[in-house]
């Protein structure tokens, strides 16, 4: 019998009506019949029995593949194309999607059934999940197409497209044939469940989503029922505003072309399924060039592949922002038209695009085919869709990084950066013998006669760099800050005219997000670049140390690590951001990367301090497996569990305002002239920075970077805005002397509702529509809130309760009760901080040991536990209903809980 209470019922509120409280059958998707044939299991071959990618290359994962081998092909080809062939029996007439199982992109190959056309999987397939294998070998599952067979025997054959002496490197694991939707899960068939978990964890498996109504957690609703629907997003002072007033926030994830590139019905499924889970806004980041030929050409199918994502995404409420240009992705080729890169290591066009007109030019032409070309999916231009809310122009570039040097930048573009500078003096002061005498002379690398003046690299323009060579260096470097500072932001307000007024975009365009050599000195004269656009952003990562080959973008034996906790790391954490006033603020990238076993607190701050300060908008980065569930650690994993399943709660309290954004804890003004004089962001000169320090004064090393005497926990207190001014004697601070407890390594939000214990690590939130604790809660012991008391016996974790329906807690019919533990794959190991073994599917997560008591409402209530996908479980939550109140068990194999009115369902 199901505990519940048996006081009077009252009718539920009418907000509760967007909400679905049936309680039925979970909507998991059923199995569908399914036709399953492994890789080695050949009618005719001519792959060598052996190959460079055989098992017994990686015995001790084998077992990752569907029944322990595959078959594999290595080394170039010399005679007769590659092929294998299959016998296979179809149960049933029906039009079926192939999969595959197959080695990364590696062995395009052509496929058919029968005497029936060939069809082609090439490099460039999208990839549907990810099993490692070893360094370098992994088994994916890539989408093959659509095959009308009747019921029968039929001949599947594949050839190699390989031309001779290419190399014909492919492995197939396995291939499936299903007439209804399938969840890529490595080696699993379809509608299977490993159940592994390693002891104390229990396996976190979600089957795929039927998305039907019997659905209690999903939060579709909170999204418009087309993204756009009114019209184009817009910046109203530091907020986002929908075209219909509202105001909005955004929740949001980082997706790619892989993503984009999928099935159609794949896309579909990842934009259904991040409504449900509370995004409202996906940032599409990746190249859409085509490098082969003219580097100003758009690949069409990647173009195509960017409609339907919009498209699709738009249908579940969800606007996009588009990244299509990086550096990092852009390797120049001698028949770009962009000299000098045969003369460097570096092919990557670092900084280029700020000056160079041929960059440019390709940049602009990117701009406009991405804008202006018509969406089939939607019979509209991008430049004229809502659903488009933002234009990002550079992804992490800057002259003020360290990628700032003649190393990286050829010598035919620093000379004419040099001219330019020349100008840019001869204008200021009247000729470049003018400048040169108020810094006291010349440098040797000055050629004045031919009218070029020396720009110094990157390190030069750091407070160190800068101060190296006395008063007259410092002078000298000041300009040079002023002059490449003003060639950034006319480089970001030309190309933000370009994209709104002669390419008729309607949204909003954001410059770029990255970081400087020297924060102290150079990162709010990064930000004052931003200001040409319409919103001002950045990105932030936190973790521990992680070392080894490629640690920088991937987990691999052997690599050392250590977990890191965030709320014991306050001054560490990428949420400390200084805002400038009139300006929406947003972090298109955010992670805690991987490894690290403390997780559980980055989706909890990120939504209770980004929503105190008034952060716009979060993109977590980055989608793995466009079903959320991915089969193997990555770096930056955002479909594990304690990523996207702790996205409900969060997102719900972030987009709905439960915590207050409180005013201002510091108001900066800072000096234009100040920052170019090299004094920093911050009072006074930078010289001054030991002197508070040996003076005990709390001084922030990071406000963003800034040198400031403004105590760095004064972004947990309340917003960090800053101005541009003419004077800094006009700055202001709140009182924060309640706020800020350094003797006790706390920190309150000025406005109620936040605490942070980071002695302690463990942090709050007590609102009247949400209540939670995040972090060591083991040791923390009852943590008694307002309307809740958390008791949470595991080591780290968090707990957030949330009234689904709007109300206060103490009055709602719908309470959410979502937990979080650890996560890591099953199998994973490490040995004194370093890796022995990845792991692989399913995720497992700790088991949750704890207890949540919540003051109720009179009534009748009951407590339910919800599955993965957010249905009822059939699983009746240990619960004790007092008077006034309900003490919930948390079930320790599940996430969520829900306590419900029975009347309400």
Not at 38 to 45: F, K, L, P, R, Y
Not at 453 to 465: K, R
Not at 802 to 813: K, N, P, V
Not at 877 to 905: K, W
């Amino acid at each position: 019998m199901r505990p519940r209470n048996a006081n009077s019922a009252w009718k539920m509120r009418a907000a509760l009506a967007a909400m679905v409280l049936t309680l039925g059958a979970r909507a998991t998707a059923e199995p569908t019949p399914y036709v399953w044939w492994e890789g080695e299991d050949t009618t005719d071959t001519n792959f060598p029995q052996r190959s460079a990618f055989s098992t017994e290359t990686f015995q001790e994962t084998a077992h990752l593949l569907s029944e322990g081998d595959w078959l594999s092909n290595s080394g170039p080809r010399a005679g007769a194309e590659a092929y294998a062939a299959y016998d296979v029996d179809v149960p049933a007439n029906a039009t079926y999607d192939l999969w595959g199982r197959k080695f990364w992109k590696h062995g395009p190959f052509r496929w058919r059934f029968d005497e029936g056309p060939w069809s082609t999987c090439g490099r460039d397939v999208a990839l549907a999940d990810s099993t490692y294998l070893r360094t370098h070998l992994g088994a994916n599952w890539v989408y093959l197409g659509e095959a009308e067979l009747v019921e029968g025997s039929h001949r599947f054959e594949l050839r190699l497209l390989a031309d001779e002496g290419e190399q014909m490197t492919a492995a197939f694991d396995a291939f499936v044939l299903t007439p209804g939707a399938f969840l890529p899960n490595g080696r699993l068939k379809p509608g299977e469940r490993s159940g592994l978990a390693d002891p104390g964890y229990f396996p976190y498996e979600p089957g795929l989503d039927a998305f039907g109504a019997a659905a209690v957690l999903d939060l579709r609703t909170l999204n418009e029922d087309a993204a756009g629907e009114d019209g184009f997003v817009e910046a109203d002072g530091d907020i986002f505003r929908l075209a219909s007033g509202d105001e909005v926030r955004f929740w949001g994830v980082n997706v790619n072309a892989n993503h984009a590139g999928q099935n159609r019905k794949s896309v579909d499924y990842l934009a259904r399924k991040l409504a449900k889970l509370g995004v409202n806004i996906v940032r599409f980041h990746s190249p859409l060039f085509d490098g082969s030929g003219d580097p100003a050409k758009i690949d069409s199918g990647k173009l195509d592949d960017l409609f339907y994502l919009v498209a699709a995404m738009k249908g579940a409420g969800i606007y996009t922002e588009i990244s299509f240009y990086f550096p990092l992705w852009f390797d120049v080729q001698p028949h770009y038209g962009i000299d000098g890169y045969d003369m460097i290591d570096n092919k990557r066009p670092f900084a280029l695009l700020y000056f160079e007109e041929r960059m440019q030019q390709i940049h602009r032409e990117w701009l406009r085919q991405i804008l202006t070309t018509p969406n089939p999916y939607t019979d509209t231009r991008l430049a004229d869709e809502p659903a488009v809310a933002i234009v990002e122009i550079v992804n992490e570039d800057s002259f003020f990084f360290w990628t700032f040097s003649k190393e990286n930048v050829p010598a035919i573009y620093w000379a004419r950066l040099e001219s330019m500078y020349a100008e840019w003096l001869a204008a200021r002061y009247g000729s470049v013998a003018a400048a040169a005498e108020g810094w006291g002379g010349t440098l040797d690398e000055d050629d004045i006669e031919n009218g070029r003046v020396a720009i110094l690299e990157a390190w030069h323009m750091t407070g160190d760099g800068s101060r190296a060579g006395g008063p007259s260096k410092t002078r000298r470097v000041g300009d040079q800050v002023r002059f490449l500072t003003e060639v950034q932001r006319d480089f970001y307000v030309d190309t933000t005219r370009y994209i709104e007024q002669e390419l008729g975009y309607g949204g909003l365009v954001t410059a770029s997000n990255w970081h400087v050599t020297d924060g102290p000195t150079l990162d709010a004269l990064e930000r004052y670049t931003y200001t040409a656009a319409d919103v001002i952003d950045r990105h932030g990562y936190f973790g521990g140390q992680h070392t080894g080959e490629g640690s920088g973008y991937s987990v691999r034996v052997g690599h050392e690590f250590q977990d890191r906790a965030g709320v014991r790391s306050p001054e560490a954490m990428p949420l400390a951001v200084a805002q400038i006033d009139g300006y929406p603020h947003t972090i298109s990238e955010i992670g805690w990367p991987q490894p690290n076993r403390f997780r559980a607190d980055m989706t909890f701050l990120s939504s209770a301090y980004g929503a105190l300060q008034g952060i716009d908008a979060f993109f977590f980065f980055a989608v793995g497996s466009v079903f959320l569930a991915d089969a193997s650690i990555a770096k930056f994993q955002l479909g594990s569990p304690s990523v996207a399943a702790t996205f409900p709660a969060a997102a719900l309290m972030y987009r709905r305002g439960d915590v207050q954004e409180s005013a201002p804890s510091v108001s900066q003004v800072i000096v234009l002239n100040d920052l170019y004089a090299m004094k920093g962001s911050g009072a006074g000169n930078p010289t001054a920075l030991d002197a508070l320090r040996e003076a005990d004064i709390p001084v922030c090393a990071a406000v963003d970077g800034a040198i400031s005497t403004y105590d760095p926990l004064s972004f947990y207190a309340g917003p960090f805005t800053r101005r541009f001014g003419d004077s800094a004697d006009e700055s202001s601070q709140a009182n924060l002397a309640a706020a800020i407890d350094r003797e006790g390594a706390t920190v309150e939000s000025l406005a109620p509702g936040l605490k942070w214990d980071y002695g302690a690590g463990v942090a709050t939130v007590d609102t009247p529509r949400s209540q939670a604790a995040a972090g060591f809660l083991g040791a923390a012991g009852m943590v008694d809130l307002t309307d809740v008391a958390i008791h949470m016996r595991n080591e780290y974790g968090s707990v957030t309760v949330t009234a689904l329906d709007g109300a206060d807690i103490g009055a709602s019919d719908l309470i959410l009760i979502q937990s979080m533990t650890e996560d890591r794959p099953y199998g994973f190991r490490a040995d004194d901080g370093k890796i022995t073994d990845l792991g692989s599917a399913p995720f497992g997560v700790r088991r949750i040991d704890g207890t949540v008591r919540i003051s109720i409402a009179g009534g009748e209530y009951e407590a339910a536990v919800l599955d993965e996908n957010g249905y009822d479980a059939g699983v009746w939550s240990e619960a004790e209903f007092t008077a006034g109140s309900v003490t919930v068990a948390l079930p320790p194999d599940f996430l969520y809980t829900v306590v419900r009115r029975v009347e309400a369902r």
